[in-house]
Structure formats: structure tokens, C-alpha cells
């Protein structure tokens, strides 16, 4: 066999030992353990930002920031895109 | 690359208006119901992608200017950055929501444990919707396209 | 062990994907292989989210009965599951334009040949 076969089953079964161990360390499934935040999040979203969907309140307004990031990237893959193919359309 | 026959052409003629109305009532009801900006421009994106492989990339790319599409991502973009800024001025918290509460555009608050769905409320959330939605609607149409023509191409040297 | 059946799943998949990008010669197979692990790492952030019966953590049209906060899902990873996988699309149309210029300059796609041709 090649150098690079066995270099490659070495890592894989490093990375499926840790990966198998550390399945049975987290919370169970259906029982989480700090649930603080969301509970603040889910009581008061009506009287503070004013709509019935949480999900998108997080997204724009509890956590905004993140999403002017998203926007930075997607104008960034549309830059990196057109910058490859230059040279096809005038 | 070439369209495809006569009745594939036909039929997303027909279809392509009601994916974008489709589209277009997902963005604009993302604060009541699951969805907004990027789930609804996806489905827009999704439609556009429908249009050129019925007709071929190279009858689209010579009606559609690229440089056009690429300008009206960056409106979307310029909008989402103004409304976040307006919030600065108003209310002096960067991404602050300054109509909610008031009785301005979309002023009303809905009672607390209510399960009736106002249009009216939300604050700036609606308007931070539609830029999102021009946003991904544009930049993934345009590179569908742009890389749909590059690969119909014979030599890239022109 | 019944109730860590999700979390097993999610490791199934980043093996299938990680297993593609380590042992196939194919570049497109190896693309795909990256998307696979994407998804699988999008699947692991949701089922973190999860509550016992609980339904969607919205107002509009509710099932009538259901305590407030205590019957919904937590909404903080669906949030952060829509940012990843706004990620995931732009990396992959980036990563198909390079796969596209470098076929055309050495005309095949096996990773052994592309090494070995120098110019």
C-alpha cells in the first residue's frame, strides 16, 4: 500500500475513537440543561420587538450583528465568482 | 447550452409567475408565520434556476446584463446597512428597533399570549426582510447564470 | 442508549463524508464529500434545541393548551443553523469555480495527475 493509505486509515480511526467517546457525555436528547436565556427570549418577545415568530427576532433583532456578517459573505462569494470568470463575459 | 423542446418551455413559462408570488409571500410574512428573508429568496433563486435550464444560458445571458443584477444586489445590501443606522439615530443602540411601540408604520404591539396574526406589527423587521430577500434573490441568480454560460463556452480567451 | 440515537446519527454522517474526502481520487467526489460533512455538522446544531413535546415557538394559530415558555423548542440554534448553512452555499460556489478552471487548464481531474504535471 501507498504512504498516503495509511496515513489517511491512521487518522480516520483516531478521529472515530474520540468521536465514539464523546457521543455519551452530552445531555440526553430532549432535556436540555440551561435554558434561561430562551425562556426570557420566548416570554418577552411580544412586548419588546413587537412580532409572534421568535426565530426571526433572533435573527434581526435579538442577534442582528450575526446577520450583517451573512450579508458580508454572500456579497463576498457573488465578488469572489464574478472575479474568477473575467475573462468570459465582456 | 441549448434550451430544451417546445413543452418543457411551455410549462415553465406557465409556472415561473406563481413560484415568484410564492416566493414573494414568504418574505413578506416572515414575522407571522416560519420563513423571511433568506428562506423566501431562496425559493425565488430556485424559480430563476427553473428559467435557465428550460431556455439555455445563452439566450438568458444575452437578455440579462450581469453588471445590472450585480448593482441590485448591492441596493439590498446598502438598504439592510441604512435601516441599522437609522436605529443608531433614533435610538442610540446600533440595530435598534425604534417603530415598535410607537404609531408610526409598523407601530402596533400585539397583546401578550394573543394567537391572531396582525400585518401591522413588527416594528423595522418587515423592511429588514425585503432587503435580505433582494439580497440572496440577486447574488444567487447571478451566479447560477455566471456559471452556467462559463461552461458552454469552447475557449475562455475572448 | 435509546435516547442517544440522534447524536449517533449525526457521527454516521460526518464518517460518510469524511470518508469521501480521504479516500477518493475524484475531485467532484471529494466536493461532495465536504458538503456531506456541512450538512451533517447543520444536524448536530439542531438536535441541540430539542425540548420533550414541545412545538414550534411561534404565536400565530398555537394548539390551544400549551404553557408558554415551557412548551417550546428553544428557538437560539434554529438561528444559528440559518447563518451555517448561508456559509456552506457560498464555500461550495467558490470551491465548483476553481474545480472548473483547474479542468480546464490540465484536462483531467484525478488529484494524483494534477500534482505531477508541473509547467
Known amino acids: ?90 | 447550452m441549448n434550451g430544451m423542446s417546445k413543452i418543457v418551455k411551455t410549462t415553465v413559462s406557465i409556472l415561473f409567475p406563481f413560484t415568484m408570488i410564492f416566493g414573494l409571500y414568504v418574505i413578506a410574512h416572515g414575522h407571522l408565520t416560519p420563513g423571511g428573508g433568506f428562506q423566501g429568496g431562496a425559493i425565488v433563486a430556485s424559480g430563476c434556476a427553473m428559467l435557465v435550464i428550460a431556455y439555455g444560458s445563452e439566450w438568458v445571458f444575452e437578455r440579462i446584463k450581469t453588471k445590472r443584477l450585480a448593482a441590485f444586489e448591492s441596493i439590498g445590501g446598502l438598504g439592510f446597512i441604512a435601516v441599522a443606522l437609522l436605529g443608531l439615530v433614533f435610538s442610540t443602540v446600533f440595530f435598534g428597533n425604534f417603530l415598535a411601540g410607537s404609531n408610526l408604520l409598523f407601530g402596533t404591539t400585539p397583546a401578550t399570549g394573543s394567537t391572531l396574526a396582525d400585518m401591522n406589527t413588527g416594528g423595522v423587521l418587515p423592511l429588514m426582510n425585503f432587503a435580505v430577500g433582494i439580497k440572496v434573490i440577486a447574488g444567487l441568480f447571478v451566479i447560477v447564470l455566471v456559471m452556467a454560460y462559463a461552461s458552454s463556452q469552447k475557449e475562455w480567451n475572448t | 442508549m435509546i435516547e442517544y440515537i440522534p447524536f449517533i446519527a449525526v457521527v454516521g454522517m460526518i464518517f460518510i463524508g469524511l470518508y469521501a474526502v480521504l479516500f477518493r481520487r475524484n475531485l467532484i467526489k471529494i466536493v461532495i464529500g465536504i458538503s456531506v460533512i456541512e450538512s451533517g455538522v447543520n444536524l448536530f446544531l439542531i438536535t441541540l434545541g430539542y425540548r420533550d413535546s414541545g412545538v414550534a415557538p411561534i404565536y400565530t394559530s398555537l394548539p390551544a393548551g400549551t404553557p408558554s415558555p415551557q412548551g417550546m423548542v428553544l428557538p437560539v440554534p434554529q438561528a444559528l443553523t440559518l447563518t451555517s448553512i448561508v456559509i456552506g452555499v457560498a464555500v461550495l460556489a467558490l470551491m465548483l469555480s476553481l474545480v472548473m478552471h483547474i479542468y480546464r487548464k490540465y484536462g483531467t481531474l484525478d488529484i494524483r495527475k494534477i500534482r505531477r504535471l508541473k509547467e
Open chain 1, 1 to 90: 500500500m501507498e504512504k498516503r493509505t495509511i496515513a489517511a486509515t491512521l487518522v480516520f480511526a483516531i478521529a472515530a475513537v474520540f468521536f465514539l467517546f464523546s457521543i455519551f457525555l452530552i445531555h440526553p436528547f430532549g432535556k436540555p440543561g440551561n435554558v434561561a436565556m430562551d425562556d426570557h427570549i420566548i416570554a418577552n418577545t411580544q412586548n419588546e420587538t413587537g412580532t409572534n415568530n421568535a426565530v426571526t427576532s433572533v435573527v434581526f433583532d435579538y442577534r442582528g450583528f450575526d446577520t450583517l456578517g451573512e450579508a458580508t459573505i454572500i456579497f463576498a462569494a457573488v465578488a469572489g465568482v464574478l472575479m474568477i470568470f473575467r475573462r468570459v463575459n465582456p
